[in-house]
């Protein structure tokens, strides 16, 4: 597979119209001349367009999305290479086609472009298919294996067996409005079309009505129900010819795991995942033309050549969301989330398990971090992100689907330090040390655990003695994230005077503390963890937390951290998950795909309900936490469940990967580890079960 780095190109965000503009620029350039006539065949009248190209070139033909005439498709035409020739047709009852009497149906037409072929002179032709027109391009070339030289499917699917766009999308694509009323286009493109249609839906607009024929609606319903019924799925595995799919990566109306799929199914395909969405082809069509170029001149099995490796894709994401969850986003959570997600398929997955592998912390990926504009969480101002607490809680998920030891990195030093700062600090020392932090120059810590005390850490031993015009700290600190390379240590001490927890900002290289990283771990293995010791270690009077008075406050501290262990745990699972479906369809045991077999689906449903039941808990928590009502035991509930059922969800997939289940390059393996650290972590599953209990007994098991 490949992954397109680059933007949705120029568009011409800030030009309204621009597409346009781009077409009839084109069409200027390249000059080849076209031939546009109607053609009786097989019983239906079509309104053809042929490009001349040279001789001995194959002919391109273009089976067209629903609804839309062939001039839709003239950018990319325009941006081909002007030797190749191209054939493009309005389906009967669209653009300049008549409307047939009778409907027709999408198994039946293969003969239709058969005839097609024959009129023009033509033996054989690469095929390229958009939306609906892939549908038609599959059956084409499982039907007429020998007509089809190459086959390019582009924003499609297989079918009714694909997984749905979401109901709204759905509900939209039943009418031909937006074919047939210019504001109205305008007004859905960004949410049905996605991708370059979000920033500029004009560009939409203009595609669908300044340059494309309006046929009769009763045409845009004869499309519709072609398709009923129709799937290529269990056929996909004798698709003969060699297929390239392109996907866009953010196309609301084919959801890209249905690209992932056919890629699994179809032997030897190319899978190139572009940034954009579904009309992206005519809207960047130089971008995209140049992919196609590139297969279609490929040598006879050249082409295949170009798939990659399996295990180089097996943690990107497939895109889960069977509740249509990602629809309750606001426009910024959206962006969080699809700005961490790029970063996470594009940077983090390729390099995680090396890293992991050497027990280093990945800096340059740490780099980035601020880069992303995601550290601060949900804190306001001091250069902070000032997410809400669902984007904070997707950026989580996010991170801990590619790493889960980038994401405790992020975790410590601004969910736990920055934290701890933002909610105890004084306005001077948040104005002090907050700005640094979120630009990461300098690195925070939070240093609760002790050797004797983790899960009843309010028994805390470590303490604080007024002295002078400060304090002095000591003690030993045990599994402190970033002990070892943090500059500001926030440290939870017993002050000496009254008893209460108290919290102390320790400076770099402060005299006295002594950090040593734990090393042997078989989780989280690339973000260290230290043991330190305190002894006599001088801290300023400035540097004791204005609003740390006692153990409540660390635990309200801790109430914010607990629920990002449920998105923690999320984004863990769904990377197991994605990589046992992937190997699913990909390993094939007694001549059949794993996912052949009932056993294996069970599994797999079984696993997608759980994470299913992880994302409601992940969404009612963030909901909870935006309106100020997420209480402790709530988040240690979040926590617990989405844990237990993450460990099970990673096990599961383990097994389902057999022998590469243990491999570091397929993924779950250290994926299921690195969840051992986050059940254990902010309070171990059965503390926040005593929590709980506690809240619905009204007895306390454990204090
Ligand atoms: C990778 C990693 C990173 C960490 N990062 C930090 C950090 O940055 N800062 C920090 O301060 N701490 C950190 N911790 C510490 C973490 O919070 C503690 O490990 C955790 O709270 C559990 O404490 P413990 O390891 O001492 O286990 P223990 O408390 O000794 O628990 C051992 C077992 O006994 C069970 N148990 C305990 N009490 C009861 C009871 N009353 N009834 C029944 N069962 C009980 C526990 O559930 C557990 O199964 C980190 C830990 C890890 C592993």
Not at 104 to 129: C, E, I, K, N, R
Not at 621 to 643: D, Q, S, Y
Request: hydrophobic content about 40%; charged content about 20%.
């Amino acid at each position: 597979m490949t992954a397109d780095q680059s933007g949705p190109g120029q568009t011409g965000e800030d030009r309204p119209g621009s597409g346009l503009g781009r077409i009839l620029n084109r069409r200027r350039k390249t000059g080849r001349p076209e031939r546009m006539r109607m053609l009786a065949v097989g019983g239906r009248t079509l309104r053809v367009s042929v490009r001349e190209g040279d001789p001995g070139w194959p002919p391109l033909l273009l089976c067209n999305g629903i609804g839309v005439s062939l001039e839709l498709l003239q950018p990319f035409v325009d941006a081909l290479d002007p030797r190749r020739p191209v054939i493009r047709f309005d389906l009967p009852g669209i653009g300049g086609s008549p409307a047939p009497v009778v409907p027709y149906h999408l198994a039946t037409l293969p003969s239709l472009l058969a005839g097609l072929l024959d009129q023009l002179g033509y033996q054989q032709a690469d095929v390229l298919g958009i939306s609906w027109g892939g549908g038609l391009a599959q059956q084409f070339a499982l039907r007429r294996p020998q007509r089809v030289r190459r086959l390019v499917l582009v924003a499609t699917a297989p079918g009714v067996l694909m997984v749905p766009a979401s109901p709204r999308i759905l509900l939209r694509m039943l009418t031909p409005r937006r074919h047939q009323d210019p504001g109205y286009a305008a007004r859905v493109a960004g949410e049905l079309y996605g991708g370059s249609a979000r920033k500029n839906p004009t560009v939409a607009r203009d595609l669908l009505h300044a340059t494309t024929r309006l046929g009769p609606a009763r045409g845009y319903y004869y499309q519709l129900i072609a398709q009923l019924g129709w799937t290529s799925l269990p056929w996909l595995p004798k698709l003969r010819p060699p297929t390239l799919i392109l996907a866009g990566d953010d196309d609301p109306i084919i959801p890209l795991v249905n690209a992932r799929i056919m890629h699994r199914l179809i032997r030897g395909s190319k899978l190139h995942v572009y940034r954009g969405g579904h009309l992206e082809l005519a809207a960047d069509a130089a971008r995209l033309a140049s992919v196609v170029e590139a297969f279609l001149n490929a040598e006879p099995g050249e082409e295949l050549a170009m798939t990659q490796a399996p295990s180089t894709h097996l943690g990107e994401s497939l895109g889960t969301d069977f509740f249509s969850v990602r629809e309750q986003f606001t426009d910024e959570e959206w962006s969080r989330f699809i700005t961490v997600r790029r970063f996470v398929d594009e940077e983090v997955v390729p390099v995680a398990g090396a890293y992991w592998e050497r027990a280093e912390i990945c800096w340059p990926l740490v780099k980035r971090l601020p880069e992303l504009g995601i550290v601060g969480e949900d804190i306001t101002g001091y250069g902070c992100a000032g997410m809400s607490p669902m984007a904070c809680g997707l950026v989580t998920m996010e991170l801990h689907r590619g790493d889960g030891s980038l994401g405790v990195f992020l975790g410590v030093h601004a969910g736990l330090a920055m934290h701890s700062i933002a909610m105890c600090g004084s306005e001077e020392q948040k104005a002090r040390w907050l700005p640094d932090m979120a630009r990461m120059s300098k690195l925070g810590a939070f240093a609760l655990t002790e050797p004797e005390h983790g899960s009843d850490s309010v028994a805390l031993e470590t303490s604080a003695r007024p002295d002078g015009d400060g304090w002095v700290l000591n003690g030993s600190k045990r599994w402190i994230g970033l002990g070892s390379v943090a500059d500001l240590v926030v440290v939870w001490a017993r002050n000496t005077e009254d008893g209460q927890v108290n919290g102390f900002v320790v400076e770099k290289g402060a005299p006295g503390y002594e950090a040593r990283v734990i090393e042997g771990k078989v989780s989280l293995r690339s973000v260290w963890q230290a043991e330190i010791t305190l002894d006599d270690v001088r801290v300023p009077a400035g540097n004791r937390l204005a609003g740390a008075r006692s153990f409540k406050d660390t635990t309200r501290v801790l109430a914010t951290t607990r629920s990002t262990c449920a998105w923690a745990a999320l984004g863990h699972a769904t990377a197991a998950y994605d990589a046992a479906l992937r190997y699913a369809l990909e390993r094939r045991q007694f001549g059949e795909p794993l996912a052949s077999f009932q056993i294996i689906q069970q599994r797999l449903v079984s696993m997608l309900a759980d994470l299913t039941a992880m994302q409601l808990y992940c969404l009612q928590i963030g909901r909870l936490a935006e309106a100020g009502r997420l209480t402790p035991t709530v988040a240690g509930l979040a926590k617990m469940h989405n844990t237990r059922k993450a460990r099970a969800i990673a096990a599961d997939a383990r097994d389902m990967l057999g022998g590469n289940g243990i491999l570091l390059d397929y993924q779950v393996m250290r994926h299921m580890v690195d969840l051992e650290a986050i059940h254990t972590f902010e309070g171990t599953e059965t503390m926040q079960t005593l929590i709980v209990g506690r809240q619905i007994t009204g007895i306390g098991a454990f204090t």
